[in-house]
Antibody, heavy 120, light 106 residues
Framework: EVQLVESGGGLVKPGGSLKLSCAAS????????MSWVRQTPEKRLEWVAY????????YYPDTVKGRFTISRDNAKNTLYLQMSSLKSEDTAMYYC?????????????WGQGTTLTVSS | ENVLTQSPAIMSASLGEKVTMSCRAS?????MYWYQQKSDASPKLWIY???NLAPGVPARFSGSGSGNSYSLTISSMEGEDAATYYC?????????FGAGTKLELK
């Protein structure tokens, strides 16, 4: 059974940093592209980072480029999202999500999410 | 950015009623994807490549469309279908989602 379990969320002050983790199991993690997607308190979904299966390619939307860094450790079956210079608008539930195959740009499995609150 | 506009934002349907919701893209897309989300749960893939049902999705669901206009249809509403449905595209970067259609049971 595919499982994605996020952790690391919490309360952070504006300008602060935080690193999220996503532990994957039940599939060959190193063979799959992965992304982070967030859901705002207003329930809007926003893609925030993508990484290829080997980690060699990463992409971000302009809203987080330069502040967020996605990475992965295929030996540990773990995906990460390093977030810095956090703003109140980064407050959201953060999901890790799997792309079903190389080159696909939709998501077949999502984790349960971890919540980030950015507030002073 | 390719903006996806979903309509209606909220709708209600009776058991057995046919349901259709729309997703319009500001720029033409090749495919549309749909997700179902129920309260306090993460989104689930529902329809991929415009018209393919994800594993486990009941056959009363269907997806269609092309260009800028796509739709999700339920042939006969059942109680378990009450949820929010989001469309998503990635013909053009960045990958974007619609704001969702919340479907309620009347």
């Amino acid at each position: 059974e595919v499982q994605l379990v996020e952790s690391g969320g919490g309360l952070v002050k504006p300008g602060g940093s935080l690193k999220l983790s996503c532990a994957a199991s039940g599939f060959a993690f190193s063979s799959y592209d992965m992304s982070w997607v967030r859901q705002t308190p207003e329930k809007r979904l926003e893609w925030v980072a993508y990484i290829s299966s080997g980690g060699g390619s990463t992409y971000y939307p302009d809203t987080v480029k330069g502040r967020f860094t996605i990475s992965r450790d295929n030996a540990k079956n773990t995906l990460y999202l390093q977030m810095s210079s956090l703003k109140s608008e980064d407050t959201a539930m953060y999901y890790c999500a799997r792309h079903p195959s190389t080159g696909t740009r939709y998501f077949d499995y999502w984790g349960q999410g971890t919540t980030l609150t950015v507030s002073s | 950015e390719n903006v996806l506009t979903q309509s209606p934002a909220i709708m209600s349907a009776s058991l057995g009623e046919k349901v259709t919701m729309s997703c319009r893209a500001s720029s033409s897309v090749n495919y549309m994807y749909w997700y179902q989300q129920k309260s306090d749960a993460s989104p689930k893939l529902w329809i991929y490549y415009t018209s393919n049902l994800a594993p486990g999705v009941p056959a009363r669901f269907s997806g269609s469309g092309s260009g800028n206009s796509y739709s999700l249809t339920i042939s006969s509403m059942e109680g378990e279908d009450a949820a929010t449905y989001y469309c998503q595209q990635f013909t053009s970067s960045p990958l974007t989602f619609g704001a969702g259609t919340k479907l309620e049971l009347k």
